[in-house]
């Protein structure tokens, strides 16, 4: 085993004896462990102190001094209650503590203190059983926390929570939050290979692919951005070239050393020592170049000193501070150059005149420099011999000059020396205003300074190698002049100024104060912005002088008269005839805007309602306006109800009082039945009078005749009854009996008592009713009676009964002629003063305080007498005592003036200071009816508004930069560029600077800072210049194209000329080198115009509004329908499809269409029916009237009511009614005469039968009068028309009929009896007794005895008016008395009663009213929603005055139109693209691009291109490019070395994009990225590529992308499967890995069959078009074609069956044309070669039908059996037609 064996054998055995004790060791623990618990167990103690919850805090003072308690009690370890003493003492816990005791005001001391949400943390760490998810789709779920805490909100010191839950709930201390998926970086395709990196040897082709959304949340990092390859175009013939000149990029901008510096930092080297008079001509123009250096900076003098040449080599001397101290004089003591430069500014003419030369003392060394230049140029110049003539001319001139030079040069000097103080003091005060805005002023200090850059030779692996291999004719430049970049610096802040508001108002808005200050040091040479130089913060004035604020209010007009018309639908006929509507209607007042006078007290506030007050803009009102509209009710009359004629009365005095006159009239009455409008004026007359003779007041009235008392106190025979009378007046009332002394007393009646061998009579029924109301020639009044036999007489001695004749009594009635008299009275007049009263008593009405009458008038009416169906008579015809009055005083309503408010302010003129705000504009003021005029009161004044035109526009106070001429051009100075070549002549790129001062549009002088603040951006003050050289060609400026004379004909030209001494020089004349004119042709115009867009809303012709009648606007009045027009833009483009102004194709901008805009229509409905009858013919019922549908609404109109169900009406009016059972009554006819059955002849006596006639009549107040059908009366009471009864033979006793039965006692009882009686006519004869003569029943309820009670009906519907629409109505129910078997009976059962009456019969109730939706005008159109372009549109609105209410008609939807602008084409300054990056002089480095700012024209719609136009169509836009007004047209980059890796430009930020899933937000914002890729050129120098950058950033508004995985067909056993995002775009990454389509399949064995193909299952298939046979083991053994079923279609020649033909998606050249689509294949078998599950299904149909068929055939041949007859109704059922509302029913 060896060493290492053994020992790990013993270790083994030593493992295993551990184990086994460490197993033993536990079992002993365990074993105590058990022990420990049950002693545990047992040592529990019984008894335990419980506690319950602290109580509530108490103190007496609020704080931490309160103390609360809690019960404490011993309970036993099973839970019940013991004694204290059973628990241990000593474990006693507190039951009092002390605690914070909270108080209101402790709400403003602590508060909730919220900690910042944690993580998210998942919730699937936090609970055990949760398993997170495999694949992650919207997120994980999880669950953050927080802390929360109660504090001392003054320090934040901790408290106890209890304290803040007393005022809030703790709030919650977690919540839910989502963890969003790892979401990978998503990258682009790559772009094609770039062109090989070498011409020769070997290269490197690059393609690159950018970020298009970086890795979030986890994902995983983006991929190489770059892919390379090598590529060899060919070999080099010679050297490769592996050295390249580099310039760096050129260092900061510095100021050049002043001289003295210099000579100390270059010792002096004699070699290096130009000759004093070499070295004075540059030392001049260094000189002059400083004095210009001068002038143009006021006194800058520390770089003029840097640029002065040493006069003997660069001395050293310790003049250190000197330049500290030649700058200090830059800023104190710079006003001689700023005086001087200002002279040069002035003297500008004499300037242009002398060319350079005039100059002041400091320009002397100018003509130095001229001679120098002129000695460079004498080798070049052509020979003067022969031009002397004109040397000599010059000559001459020279001289003049020299002469004048010397003249000012001395005047000069004289003003140099003037010591006159005043004119120091202008001078100084003009130096002073003019710095400030001048380059030199402090605020400004622009300083030329240099900057210089580094030359490398670099080697294509990067080293930097000597200059000298760098094989190139000349160096580039390495210094250049630039500006010193200084950054901005500004003042202090200023004091606050004084609030805007000046005036205390703790509600209202509050005012703004402002703070500013002022630029010290304007940025310079892209140094950094300004700061914000204003300040604004809300403010109130505070203190006890600051009054209070005007208050504005609203206030209204008087509500306008209540107009119902407006309610009305447009098929109400009462829209013809408006007179006399009432109910609800509808109206209107004025609401504007006053100053309210705080001053008013409320006692006045009635009294100064009607104050007019002058109205103010409505914004100043601040409440939300009052309404304008109301619903309101105009009482409907009611019109006079009167009862019917009364009978007429006796002849009677028409004044009983006055008896003198004999005419005596009948008169009959009636009655007003309720209390009309206005009183009984208007009711119809009241009584009617008869004229007639022998009137008498009082006559004697036979109440009833007395008991028939035969004569000679006979017991039978003729006797007499006496009349019981009473004395009645005219009316028919009862008065006293001496009344009648002068009447004549009724006598006794003559009357028989029959004997018992007589005939005995029944009595005479009453009179009838007269037959007529009056007699004439052809009409009579007639009354009947009868009487019938009720026993024959005995054949001898008995009276005989009389003839049938005699049974009957007729007689006269109402004899009086048909001559009916009345008073006829007209309406009454109108209210006129009553000049019979004094005018003293008028002012009375005035002194109460009554508004309504200020005096009393009188009214009259017309009074006549009318004779009935003739018209007027004479007034005596009619009786005078009733003659009605003819005149009435009168309240005289006061006179009500109109009153105006006072004009308002005028309104203010528009500000003029936009671009042609020279039209004249105008200004209104209007003032507002607040009380119109009434009865005769002062008329409203015709002028309600006026206008006026505004005063001419004041110029605007704009403000504008004012640039002041360059100055020189400064170069490098000399020290800097002296090694370089050329550097002897002053000639070369420099800079140049100038000023910029501030002006208001007037021209007047202003501060820098109004003109940041309002103007546009400050134009540049530094530009590179160039000095031109002895060699250089100077050209003037391009003029502009000459006109054409008309478009496509003839050339345009443009010209330059050269300038200076250029014009002389030869190589500038070459015309072909530096061109002076151009030509081109000029421009050939067409252009053509099109419609655009679409066609604007409908739009009614203005003014085409027509107002209501009251000048309320009504929407049934305003034309909102008819024709009108829709308008389309029109475009007019050039022949380069350019957009351009409309009136270049003569079109007015619009095409115009005329439009129908529908009318609405309501809902119409038919007209009331008729009121249906009474739905009972006795007691209460309803009845019921309806309207039908006609016609629905449509375009808006009224809608229909609610349709009714249960009867099919539209709309329908339930109402109760009453019939009167009295109504209807049966009417017997006297019984005829007796029919005996065993007529015994002698006696004529026995059974026998009696008939009569028993009609239904319509009962009236005349009696009966004509006969109805039998149903309507009570069947009940219907008597009997036939009886059978014994005739009394002679001598028995003869007893009248039957009297009525009497009334059992109520309540009904079994015990009761009710009784009739009857009395003997004919005594019997002998030996003979009378029958009974009284007969009882007994009283059985329901049967002749009913208990009686009221039934109340249900409301009626709400009945209105006639000529109402809607408001107050009453709504009625009706009382009726039921019986105990439920009949209705005669209201008089229950009021014999006296049952109560507790239930109100109205009430009042409302019908919502229709209000139609008003709308308010349309506003004005708007501005255009776009200043330019194809999208603009006019828009204008109109709001909601009064939303629809009822039945109104609703507001329409289209609360906006809109109409196209005029399309103006969009002129904008873009960029062209950037220059190739290009380093001048080296082959690589730091360089420049550049790019130029051009104008542009589109249409704004953003779908087409912008086209290029000429710059001057954009001269009116701020030079700006997307907004942006900064506009750079270079910048530095860098032109890779040979060889070099470098990084790309960033690319731009992608789109915005959002986290979401399946387009839902999940709220974890959006984010866009931009990216920069490697690209290399050298394989060599691969590993020396920097990393690829990647940058997003957060954005707004981003989109919703959705990733899918998309694959290509299969070829052969693979397929491609790409990414795609939802818009498109094929990318890389964003695709789950999980779900990735298989892209690669193979089947095994291998597909080898023909026809055969391997399925994405992977297994064998057949194309398309064949089937697949199998074999026994699952595999496939052929492809077999499929017959095919081929449908032929419409465009088919001819249907043939062919063969299949397989065909693949990627060959569609094997599939005929035409043919796609058409064809059907039936494969039964699938891949796996089993049947396919339609074929189960196809078969299981067809078996069905089998079925079927077989069970027809079956049926069909069956014996039919014979059919039972069955007996039909024969009775037809009625048609129900069942309406549903619909109108087209």
């Not at 957060?1594 to 818009?1623: I, L, M, N």
Request: with cysteine; proline share 8%; hydrophobic share 25%.
């Amino acid at each position: 085993m060896g060493l290492a064996g053994r020992a790990m054998g013993m270790l083994g055995v030593s493992r295993g004896a551990l184990l086994f004790s460490l197993w033993r060791i536990a079992l002993l623990f365990l074993s105590i462990w058990e022990l420990d618990a049950q002693t545990a167990v047992e040592t529990k103690p019984l008894y335990i102190w419980q506690t319950g919850p602290w109580g509530r805090c108490m103190g007496s003072e609020c704080g931490p001094g309160g103390s609360q308690s809690r019960a404490v009690w011993c309970a036993h370890s099973e839970g019940w209650t013991t004694l204290h003493t059973n628990c241990d003492q000593t474990e006693r816990p507190d039951n009092q503590q002390s605690c914070f005791r909270v108080c209101d005001w402790h709400k403003d001391l602590y508060d909730w203190q919220l900690g910042a949400w944690n993580q998210c943390v998942p919730v699937s760490m936090r609970s055990a059983g949760v398993q997170r998810p495999a694949v992650c789709t919207r997120g994980e779920e999880g669950i953050q926390t927080r802390e929360v805490g109660c504090v001392q909100k003054a320090n934040a010191e901790p408290a106890e929570d209890a304290i803040c839950e007393y005022f809030e709930p703790k709030p919650r201390l977690e919540q839910a939050c989502l963890i969003p998926c790892p979401r990978d970086c998503v990258v682009s395709e790559f772009s094609p290979w770039t062109a090989c990196s070498k011409t020769c040897g070997m290269g490197l082709q690059n393609r690159i692919r950018f970020v298009l959304a970086p890795p979030l949340f986890g994902g995983s990092a983006c991929p190489n951005l770059t892919e390379f390859q090598t590529c060899q175009l060919g070999l080099c013939d010679g050297e490769e070239s592996l050295y390249s000149l580099r310039v760096g990029p050129w260092g900061p901008c510095s100021v050049p050393m002043s001289r003295q510096a210099r000579h100390v930092d270059k010792p002096p080297r004699e070699s290096d020592k130009p000759s004093r008079e070499s070295d004075k001509p540059p030392k001049e123009s260094d000189k002059q170049s400083r004095e210009g250096e001068k002038t143009s900076k006021g006194g800058d003098k520390q770089p003029s000193e840097g640029l002065k040449q040493p006069s003997e080599g660069d001395k050293q001397s310790k003049g250190g501070d000197r330049q500290a101290r030649e700058g200090d004089k830059q800023s104190k003591g710079g006003d001689k150059q700023a005086r001087e430069g200002d002279k040069q500014h002035k003297e500008g003419g004499k300037r242009s005149k002398e060319g350079d030369k005039l100059t002041r003392d400091g320009d002397k060394p100018s003509r130095p420099n001229r001679k120098l230049g002129r000695a460079h140029r004498k080798p070049d110049r052509p020979s003067r011999q022969a031009d002397r003539p004109k040397r000599q001319k010059k000559a001459k001139n020279k001289e003049k000059r020299e002469k004048m030079r010397e003249k000012v040069r001395e005047r000069l000097r004289e003003r140099g020396k003037v010591k006159d103080p005043e004119t120091r003091e202008l001078i100084k005060k003009k130096r002073n205003r003019n710095r400030q805005n001048r380059p030199g002023g402090k605020s400004w200090d622009l300083q030329v300074g240099y900057q210089t850059r580094e030359v490398n030779c670099v080697h294509k692996n990067g080293n930097v190698e000597a200059l000298s291999l760098c094989s190139q004719e000349s160096l580039p430049v390495t210094f250049q002049a630039c500006v010193m970049t200084k950054d901005c610096d500004v003042t202090e802040w200023s004091e606050w100024s004084a609030c805007s508001k000046e005036c205390y108002d703790p509600n209202g808005p509050k005012g703004q104060r402002a703070r500013t200050r002022k630029v010290s040091q304007f940025p310079i040479g892209g140094g950094e912005g300004c700061p914000g130089l204003e300040e604004k913060e809300p403010c109130s004035p505070a203190g006890d002088g600051v009054p209070p604020c005007i208050v504005y209010n609203w206030k209204t007009t008087e509500w306008t008269e209540c107009r119902v018309d407006v309610l009305l639908s447009q098929q109400d006929r009462r829209r013809g005839n408006q007179t006399g509507l009432c109910g609800g209607g509808v109206q209107t007042r004025d609401v504007y805007c006053v100053q309210s006078s705080t001053d008013t007290p409320s006692n006045l506030g009635s009294l100064r309602s009607k104050e007019a007050l002058r109205p103010m803009d409505s914004d100043l009102c601040l409440g939300i306006p009052l309404n304008t509209t109301q619903l309101c009710h105009i009482s409907c009359p009611v019109e006079c109800e009167v009862s019917s004629w009364g009978a007429w009365g006796p002849c009677t005095y028409e004044n009983c009082q006055d008896q003198a006159a004999k005419k005596g009239f009948k008169m009959r009455k009636r009655k007003i039945i309720n209390e009309p409008t206005g009183g009984t004026g208007n009711c119809p007359h009241l009584v009617e009078a008869i004229p007639c003779e022998d009137p008498s007041c009082y006559d004697w009235l036979v109440v009833k005749l007395e008991e028939c008392i035969p004569d000679n106190e006979k017991e039978c025979g003729p006797g007499t009854q006496n009349p019981q009378v009473q004395c009645v007046n005219s009316d028919g009332q009862y008065v006293e009996r001496q009344l009648c002394r002068d009447a004549i007393l009724p006598m006794p009646a003559i009357c028989e008592v029959p004997c018992p061998k007589d005939c005995a009579l029944s009595p005479w029924t009453p009179w009838s009713l007269c037959s007529h109301t009056c007699s004439g020639k052809n009409t009579e009044g007639k009354q009947t009676r009868a009487r019938s036999i009720l026993a024959y007489n005995a054949g001898e001695g008995g009276i005989q009964c009389p003839n049938i004749s005699a049974l009957q009594e007729l007689r006269n009635c109402n004899d009086h002629p048909c001559t009916v008299y009345h008073w006829q009275t007209g309406s009454w007049g109108q209210c006129i003063e009553d000049s019979s009263i004094p005018a003293t008593n008028t002012s009375a009405g005035r002194a109460r305080g009554d508004d309504a009458s200020c005096s009393v008038g009188m009214q009259t009416r017309k009074v006549i007498c009318v004779r009935v169906n003739v018209g007027q008579v004479p007034p005596k015809k009619c009786p005078e005592s009733l003659r009605p009055d003819t005149v009435r005083p009168c309240l005289l309503p006061c006179k009500r003036d109109c009153i105006v408010t006072p004009y308002s302010d005028w309104s203010p003129c528009p500000s003029t200071c936009q671009a042609g705000g020279n039209t004249k504009k105008k200004q209104y003021r209007k003032r507002i009816v607040i009380q119109t005029p009434a009865n005769g009161g002062q008329d409203c004044p015709e002028v309600l508004s006026q206008e006026r035109e505004c005063e001419a526009p004041s110029v605007c106070q704009g403000y504008r930069w004012k640039t002041h001429k360059w100055r020189r051009c400064q170069l490098v100075p000399w020290s800097v560029r002296q090694d370089s070549p050329g550097a002897q002549e002053i000639c070369g790129p420099g800079m140049q600077v100038r000023a910029v001062s501030c002006r208001k549009q007037d021209g007047g002088q202003a501060d820098v800072e109004e003109c940041l603040k309002f103007a546009s951006s400050m134009p540049p003050l530094t530009q590179p210049c160039q000095l031109p050289c002895q060699e250089d060609c100077q050209l003037s400026s391009w003029s502009k194209f000459s006109p054409c004379t008309a478009d496509c004909v003839g050339v345009r030209t443009r010209k330059r000329m050269l300038v200076g001494k250029s014009k002389k020089r030869d190589q500038c004349k070459n015309h072909q080198m530096y061109p002076v004119s151009e030509t081109q042709y000029c421009p050939c115009n067409k252009y053509n115009a099109q419609p655009v867009g679409n066609w604007s809303d409908c739009v009614l012709p203005e003014g085409g509004r027509m107002e209501g009648q009251l000048g309320m606007k009504v929407q049934g009045d305003i034309k909102e329908c008819g024709q009108g027009y829709r308008y389309q833009a029109m475009v007019c483009y050039d022949q380069d499809n350019r957009i351009v102004e409309t009136s270049r194709c003569n079109s007015h901008g619009y095409i115009e269409e005329a439009c129908i805009i529908p009318c609405p229509s309501d809902c119409k409905l038919s007209e009331w029916s008729n009121w249906s009858r009474c739905s009972k013919s006795c007691g209460s019922g309803v009845k019921v009237r309806s309207k039908w549908l006609r016609e629905k609404p449509y375009n808006g109109g009224r809608p229909c009511p609610k349709l009714d169900h249960v009867n099919q009406a539209q709309v329908y009016e339930v109402v109760p009614c009453l019939s009167d059972c009295g109504q209807y009554v049966w009417v017997a006819e006297p019984w005829s005469v007796w029919k005996v059955s065993n007529v015994d002849l002698k006696d004529n006596c026995g059974e026998g039968v009696q008939t009569r006639k028993v009609r239904c009549m319509l009962n009236t107040i005349d009696g009966p009068s004509e006969q109805v059908e039998d149903y309507l009366c009570d069947p009940e009471e219907m008597p009997l028309g036939a009886r059978n009864s014994r005739l009394p033979c002679p001598e028995d006793c003869v007893l009248s009929d039957w009297g009525s039965w009497s009334p059992c006692r109520l309540p009904c009882s079994g015990n009761s009896t009710r009784e009739r009686t009857a009395y003997p006519l004919r005594q019997p004869g002998d030996g003979k007794v009378c029958p009974p003569t009284k007969e009882t029943e007994p009283c059985k309820q329901n049967s002749n005895c009913f208990h009686y009670s009221y039934n109340i009906t249900d409301w009626s519907t709400c009945q209105l008016s006639d000529r109402a629409v809607c408001g107050y109505g009453i709504k009625t129910r009706m009382l009726d008395c039921v019986r105990s078997d439920s009949k209705s009976v005669d209201l008089k059962f229950c009021k014999e009663l006296g049952l109560e009456k507790k239930w109100q019969m109205n009430a009042s109730c409302v019908v919502e009213c229709p209000v139609n939706c008003q709308l308010s005008d349309w506003s004005p159109w708007s501005e255009c929603t776009h200043t330019c372009g194809l999208a603009g549109k006019l828009l204008r609105r109109r709001t909601v005055i009064q939303a629809p209410q009822g039945d109104g008609r609703p507001c329409p939807s289209q609360m906006e139109q809109w109409k196209p602008c005029l399309v103006k084409p969009c002129f904008s300054w873009r960029y062209s693209a950037w220059s190739e990056c290009k380093s001048e002089g080296a082959r690589c480095g730091e360089g420049l691009r550049f790019r130029n700012v051009s104008c542009f024209v589109s249409d704004g719609s953003g779908q087409h291109d912008s086209s290029l136009v000429d710059d001057e169509l954009c001269g009116d836009l701020e030079p700006s490019v997307d907004g942006d007004t900064h506009i750079v047209l270079q910048e530095t980059c860098t032109v890779p070395c040979p060889g070099e890796c470098y990084l790309t430009d960033w690319t731009v930020w992608s789109p915005c994009q959002l986290s979401c899933v399946s387009g839902d937000d999940l709220g974890f914002g959006s984010v866009q990225v931009r990216s920069r890729a490697v690209v290399a050129q050298d394989p060599e120098n691969l590993l020396q590529c920097p990393e690829q950058e990647l940058e997003a950033r957060p954005c707004t508004e981003g989109q919703c992308f959705e990733y899918k995985w998309r694959t290509g067909p299969w070829r052969g056993s693979s397929r491609q499967v790409w990414c795609q995002r939802s818009d498109g775009l094929n990318i890389t990454g964003g695709c789950p890995a999980l779900t990735k389509p298989m892209a690669d399949r193979s089947c095994d064995p291998p597909c080898t069959k023909p026809r055969s193909l391997c399925t994405e299952a992977g297994v064998c298939g057949c194309e398309e078009g064949y089937t697949e046979v199998m074999t026994s083991d699952g595999l496939l053994d052929q492809c077999t074609v499929i017959p095919v079923l081929e449908i032929p279609t419409a465009g088919d020649n001819k249907a043939d069956v062919k063969t299949i033909r397989a065909f693949s998606p990627t060959q569609p050249e094997a599939s005929t044309p035409g043919r796609a689509g058409r064809t059907w294949f039936l494969q039964p078998f699938g891949p796996d070669g089993k049947l396919k599950t339609w074929v189960y299904g196809v078969a299981a149909g067809a078996f069905v039908l089998l079925v079927f068929i077989i069970s027809m055939t079956y049926l069909a041949c069956k014996k039919p059996k014979r059919p039972q007859r069955r007996q039909m109704n024969n009775r037809l059922k009625p048609l129900t037609l069942a309406y549903d509302g619909d109108a087209d029913m």
